[in-house]
DNA sequence: GTAGGGTTAG
């Protein structure tokens, strides 16, 4: 190898490794290949790099080399190793380098702080700065950032926050733009986007002028909370600071507008994009694909893939789970399962996501067993089941009844090893107070505490209906006080939970000073909330207080839909009054809500208990005609009725035709 | 024109 034709600009780096290359490759019958020639001259090439094996017996041939590859090398090869998220043994090779007294540098340090906050392990990552002193390596914006990411990694946001005011505060370190971006993504990312937008506003005011990260950043938590119409103010204050943005800005605010079903819009940016100059990526199309999907529109989003493969956009995974989940949210499991089939044929490499949305559409669908064998499969292939995995399978069996398979799933969740989540923990709790095994179901919800995680709304709303499910009125009475001492802020599902539970035990009293409590702050109410009360008081005997209340509301300003309409209706019913029970089915019309199957299957029930067949025949009439049909509960409810009094079956003619066919 | 920290989709 001619060593001299490498320039004196090259010096250190490439030239250690040109040289490096010359003697290792001589002496090893290793298969992969390291180097590659570059412009005549043969170049260490890191990434070729395969496992781990491979990095250490690098490191081993590096240390041993006289002279010494320079930092350069080793930083390189650390962090190609943690490219491969070989984290541990990164540190393990820098405490040999130490030992070895062999030369670091900035580079080396933040490598190793990111190694431990990739590892979760920020606290450990700390005890790296007294390195950087012992050395005499100065501290960075990139030491602190790392550290900043790895914080928020763990979730330990105060802290990351905390940090990144000492540095400025006690001017450790200027905060530049990628600290600022870090502390702002991390902050945005958990819904902290009033102050992901101040910390944007402070650099505009400072030293540090914000770039199109912060600004994207800014855009996308604005579009995630839907305000779409803020983003596209940031957007355009961008370009009025000649900061154009990119592609990333654009998909973002695509993605919000498909989220929030503001179609006309998404043409809008969408040209703007094109006129830009910048062309839609993997990214936007797969954003585009996904809003369709979500709308049951996946034959459109079909359209879509068809698109981009024309305009040389190539699909990836991420585009066909999108359409897989489109096909599964339909129930089309077949066409859920071709999409698939069509992603091996492409060579792509299924995910977890890919085999966890299987799982999901085949448990939706009653096909848990199918979905257990999905993930034998995947196990196969090399995808480790997550928690997500199980707790989809978990809630299949719930969902069937088959709760002591659910069981059986956690259970072996358990073993694996795996933590169970919130989610599992509802799951499982949710099906043991369908079967009413409260006792279970409170021994579960327990247990939450004692596995660092927190009951969440979620978690507590199953357990109350279930307690009231089974009238454990009192304890379910105790667990809201806990609850509103220690646990999270009750919302209005929880209200509504106990309300329904007050009234469907008679605890009329109970149930209205909570509804007047309420009713004091408007916030707290809805709709739902009045029909509830409203269905309440009529099942207790209070039909005029509920028709009061329903009359006040349309004053109120609230507009009625048709189950508060049905509500109405059946109360009525309940108290046989079928002609005002009937005028309300006509009011509800004039006024532009629809009665659909439930409200016609209520009056058609009403008319039938109270033996006024003529009118209840002129009302199916009404409702076949309008493509309603009747319901199991009128179906037996009719079959009942007929059996006691056979002569019905004469007044009604339809059904006779029915029969004779 | 050597190496470390930042933005979008399931």
Same mark, same amino acid.
């Given at each position: 190898?001619?060593?001299?034709k490498?320039?004196?600009?090259?010096?250190?780096?490439?030239?250690?490794?040109?040289?490096?290359?010359?003697?290792?490759?001589?002496?090893?019958?290793?298969?992969?290949?390291r180097?590659?020639?570059?412009?005549g001259?043969?170049v260490?090439?890191?990434?070729?790099?395969?496992?781990?094996?491979?990095?250490?017996?690098?490191?081993?041939?590096?240390?041993?080399?006289?002279?010494?590859?320079?930092v350069?090398?080793?930083?390189?090869?650390?962090?190609?190793?943690?490219?491969?998220?070989?984290?541990?043994?990164?540190?393990?090779?820098?405490?040999?380098?130490?030992?070895?007294?062999?030369?670091?540098?900035?580079?080396?340090?933040?490598?190793?702080?990111?190694?431990?906050?990739?590892?979760?392990?920020?606290?450990?990552?700390?005890?790296?700065?007294?390195?950087y002193?012992?050395?005499g390596?100065?501290?960075?914006?990139?030491?602190?950032?790392?550290l900043?990411?790895?914080?928020?990694?763990?979730?330990?946001?105060?802290?990351?926050?905390?940090?990144?005011?000492?540095?400025?505060?006690?001017?450790?370190?200027?905060?530049?733009?990628?600290?600022?971006?870090?502390?702002?993504?991390?902050?945005?990312?958990?819904?902290?986007?009033h102050?992901?937008?101040?910390?944007?506003?402070? @650099?505009e %005011?400072? !030293?540090?002028?914000? /770039? *199109?990260?912060n600004?994207?950043?800014v #855009? $996308?938590a +604005?579009? &995630?909370? =839907?305000?779409l119409?803020?983003?596209?103010?940031?957007l355009?204050? @961008?370009? %009025?600071? !000649?900061?154009?943005? /990119? *592609?990333?800005a654009?998909?973002?605010? #695509? $993605?919000? +507008?498909? &989220?929030? =079903?503001?179609?006309?819009?998404?043409t809008?940016?969408?040209?703007? @994009?094109?006129?830009? !100059?910048?062309?839609?990526?993997?990214?936007?199309?797969?954003i585009?694909? $996904?809003? +369709?999907? &979500?709308? =049951?529109?996946?034959?459109?989003?079909?359209?879509?893939m068809?698109? @981009?493969?024309e305009?040389g956009?190539?699909?990836?995974?991420?585009?066909?789970?999108?359409i897989? $989940?489109?096909?599964?949210l339909c =129930?089309?499991?077949d066409?859920?399962?071709?999409?698939?089939?069509?992603?091996?044929?492409?060579?792509?490499?299924?995910?977890?996501f890919?085999?966890?949305?299987?799982?999901?559409?085949?448990?939706?669908e009653?096909?848990?067993?199918?979905?257990?064998?999905?993930?034998?499969?995947?196990?196969?292939?090399?995808?480790?089941p997550?928690?997500?995995?199980?707790?989809?399978?978990?809630?299949g069996?719930?969902?069937?009844?088959?709760?002591?398979?659910a069981?059986?799933?956690?259970?072996i969740?358990?073993?694996?090893?795996?933590?169970?989540?919130?989610?599992?923990?509802?799951?499982?709790?949710?099906?043991?107070?369908?079967?009413?095994?409260?006792?279970?179901?409170?021994q579960?919800?327990?247990?939450?505490?004692?596995?660092?995680?927190?009951?969440?709304?979620?978690?507590?709303?199953?357990?109350?209906?279930?307690?009231?499910?089974?009238?454990r009125?009192?304890?379910?009475?105790?667990?809201?006080?806990?609850?509103?001492?220690?646990?999270?802020v009750?919302?209005?599902?929880i209200?509504h939970?106990?309300?329904?539970?007050?009234?469907?035990?008679?605890?009329?009293?109970?149930?209205?000073?909570?509804?007047?409590?309420?009713?004091?702050?408007?916030?707290?109410?809805?709709?739902?909330?009045?029909?509830?009360?409203?269905?309440?008081?009529?099942?207790?005997?209070?039909?005029?207080?509920?028709?009061a209340?329903?009359?006040?509301?349309?004053?109120?300003?609230?507009?009625?839909?048709?189950r508060?309409?049905?509500?109405?209706?059946?109360?009525?019913?309940?108290?046989?009054?079928l002609?005002?029970?009937?005028?309300?089915?006509?009011?509800?019309?004039?006024?532009g809500?629809?009665p659909?199957?439930?409200?016609?299957?209520?009056?058609?029930?009403?008319y039938?208990?109270?033996?006024?067949?003529?009118?209840m025949?002129?009302?199916?009439?009404?409702?076949?005609?309008?493509?309603?049909?009747?319901?199991?509960?009128?179906?037996k409810?009719?079959?009942?009725?007929?059996?006691?009094?056979?002569?019905?079956?004469?007044?009604?003619?339809?059904?006779?035709?029915?029969?004779?066919?």
């Amino acid at each position: 190898m001619a060593m001299s034709k490498i320039s004196l600009r090259e010096c250190n780096g490439i030239l250690s490794i040109s040289f490096f290359h010359i003697s290792y490759s001589s002496s090893s019958s290793s298969s992969y290949s390291r180097s590659s020639k570059v412009k005549g001259r043969i170049v260490l090439n890191f990434e070729k790099l395969k496992c781990l094996d491979d990095a250490v017996t690098l490191f081993h041939q590096m240390v041993t080399m006289k002279p010494l590859p320079c930092v350069v090398d080793f930083s390189k090869l650390f962090n190609n190793m943690i490219k491969m998220k070989h984290y541990s043994a990164v540190l393990s090779l820098f405490r040999q380098m130490q030992k070895l007294g062999i030369p670091i540098s900035d580079f080396i340090l933040s490598s190793m702080i990111n190694s431990y906050c990739l590892m979760h392990r920020a606290d450990y990552a700390f005890s790296v700065l007294p390195i950087y002193l012992k050395n005499g390596v100065s501290f960075d914006a990139v030491t602190f950032t790392t550290l900043i990411r790895g914080l928020f990694a763990e979730n330990k946001v105060k802290d990351a926050v905390e940090l990144f005011k000492k540095l400025v505060r006690e001017k450790i370190c200027d905060p530049d733009e990628i600290m600022y971006a870090t502390v702002m993504n991390g902050l945005s990312k958990r819904g902290h986007t009033h102050k992901t937008l101040s910390l944007l506003r402070l @650099m505009e %005011q400072g !030293n540090t002028e914000p /770039n *199109i990260y912060n600004y994207s950043i800014v #855009i $996308d938590a +604005l579009c &995630k909370d =839907g305000n779409l119409d803020a983003a596209i103010n940031i957007l355009n204050e @961008m370009k %009025q600071k !000649n900061i154009y943005p /990119n *592609i990333v800005a654009y998909n973002s605010i #695509i $993605d919000g +507008l498909c &989220k929030f =079903g503001q179609w006309e819009k998404v043409t809008t940016l969408f040209s703007e @994009m094109v006129n830009l !100059n910048m062309y839609p990526d993997v990214c936007t199309f797969n954003i585009l694909t $996904d809003g +369709l999907c &979500k709308e =049951g529109k996946v034959e459109d989003a079909e359209e879509v893939m068809k698109h @981009m493969v024309e305009k040389g956009v190539e699909p990836n995974v991420i585009t066909y789970n999108v359409i897989m $989940d489109g096909y599964c949210l339909c =129930g089309q499991l077949d066409r859920a399962r071709g999409i698939f089939d069509i992603l091996i044929d492409k060579g792509i490499e299924p995910d977890i996501f890919s085999y966890n949305i299987l799982t999901d559409g085949l448990c939706k669908e009653g096909k848990v067993e199918d979905a257990e064998e999905v993930m034998k499969h995947m196990v196969e292939k090399g995808v480790e089941p997550n928690v997500i995995t199980y707790n989809v399978i978990m809630d299949g069996y719930c969902l069937c009844g088959q709760l002591d398979r659910a069981q059986r799933i956690f259970d072996i969740l358990i073993d694996k090893g795996i933590e169970p989540d919130i989610f599992s923990y509802n799951i499982l709790i949710n099906g043991y107070c369908k079967k009413k095994k409260l006792t279970k179901a409170m021994q579960l919800f327990r247990e939450i505490s004692h596995k660092r995680l927190k009951p969440n709304i979620v978690t507590y709303n199953t357990i109350l209906q279930g307690l009231f499910e089974v009238g454990r009125i009192g304890v379910a009475k105790q667990l809201f006080v806990e609850m509103v001492s220690t646990g999270p802020v009750p919302n209005l599902s929880i209200y509504h939970t106990l309300l329904d539970g007050y009234f469907k035990y008679g605890l009329v009293e109970e149930a209205m000073s909570l509804f007047n409590k309420l009713e004091t702050n408007k916030e707290n109410i809805d709709i739902e909330s009045y029909n509830i009360i409203i269905n309440g008081l009529s099942k207790n005997g209070e039909l005029d207080k509920a028709h009061a209340i329903f009359q006040k509301l349309s004053s109120m300003g609230l507009l009625l839909d048709v189950r508060i309409y049905t509500t109405m209706i059946t109360g009525f019913c309940l108290q046989g009054l079928l002609d005002e029970a009937k005028d309300m089915l006509r009011k509800m019309e004039e006024n532009g809500c629809f009665p659909n199957n439930v409200t016609y299957n209520v009056i058609v029930r009403g008319y039938l208990r109270c033996r006024k067949i003529n009118e209840m025949v002129t009302l199916m009439k009404e409702m076949t005609g309008r493509g309603f049909s009747f319901d199991a509960t009128t179906a037996k409810l009719l079959v009942k009725e007929i059996s006691e009094n056979p002569s019905i079956l004469d007044m009604i003619p339809e059904l006779h035709t029915e029969k004779k066919k």
